[in-house]
């Protein structure tokens, strides 16, 4: 087999073809990705900040909860307050002013939810 050397490399177009196709799959999905992350409006954005914080609420409650039964002595009933609602909510969540009156709800929800009457003392009802 008689070989001549030109100095110059032959492409090879199958692995030429998988970087083109690599590329554009990675601009696709930067441009998709980037539509997906950004609200549409401002309105969208608020309902969606509305919404996270009322679920960072009820899962502080839910924490705040299984703290105090944690906590509690054999026979004695778990005590959680509206400040430990909001206490676990600016650590876990970040939230630094939360409205009494949010954490309270939150609390009676989450309190009717998992069945607290039965050994658990809140102060959300008064």
Do not use: N
């Not at 970087?19 to 309105?43: E, K, Q, Y």
């Not at 105090?68 to 969540?93: F, K």
């Amino acid at each position: 087999m008689l070989v001549v050397k030109t100095g110059r490399m032959p492409y090879d177009l199958g692995g030429l073809l998988f970087i083109v196709l690599g590329l554009v799959l990675v601009a696709a999905g930067s441009v998709w990705r980037g539509r997906v992350t950004r609200p549409l409006s401002a309105d969208r954005a608020r309902a969606a900040a509305i919404r996270d914080r009322s679920r960072d609420l009820l899962r502080s409650a839910d924490m705040a909860i299984a703290e105090a039964r944690r906590q509690a002595a054999r026979g004695e009933p778990a005590i959680v307050t509206v400040g430990d609602v909001t206490r676990v909510a600016g650590q876990h969540y970040g939230h630094s002013s939360v409205e009494h009156e949010e954490a309270a709800a939150a609390l009676r929800q989450r309190y009717e939810a998992a069945d607290c009457r039965v050994d658990c003392v809140t102060d959300a009802f008064t």
